[in-house]
């Protein structure tokens, strides 16, 4: 029986805060997992490494060093997923080699994860506020076609007039 499962995620930049922030976030996205996993007395740990390459090092890495937890890497796919096998994907764009273990074991999140807000005016607006501009958000329900490096010029137009400013991909991102 697993007794901890150990999260890798990419991305929360390089300081402690905006990790912990992340951390956080991502604790409460999961909270109902969370909660099952607990009453069975599995440890949960999630661990923010800041770039995606680390992310994939650190997981390789605990395989070798906690072989009896169930580790997980979880990263954005950066791109538009071919085909339903995450490994393959990853070989292909990244070049990283499998690792020798089960798709299971890795996930892929959006492209990027301003997708996510895009994909969530009525949060982005509530977040913003005044001088929001939904107009410039693109009416598309399928939010992973639209292209990973637009993304983020969507939200700056679309942000910057707000009391909270310009879309901060660390700053905003754990709060939205």
Known sequence: M???IRIYIEDGGNSKNTKA???SSFNQCFRDLVKKVRVRRIKWNIIICGSRNNAYECFTKALVDHPNCCNI???DSEAPVTNNNPWQHLRNRDHWNDAQVSDRYCHLMVQAMDA???ADIDALIKFYGNGFRKNLIPENSNVEIIAKDRLQTILNEATR???KGKY????HGCQL
């Open 116 to 118: 996510w807000f895009i």
């Open 21 to 23: 922030r992340l951390r």
């Open 73 to 75: 890497l979880l990263v």
């Open 168 to 171: 901060q991909k660390i700053a």
């Open 2 to 4: 697993v007794k901890e």
């Open 161 to 163: 007039h707000t009391q």
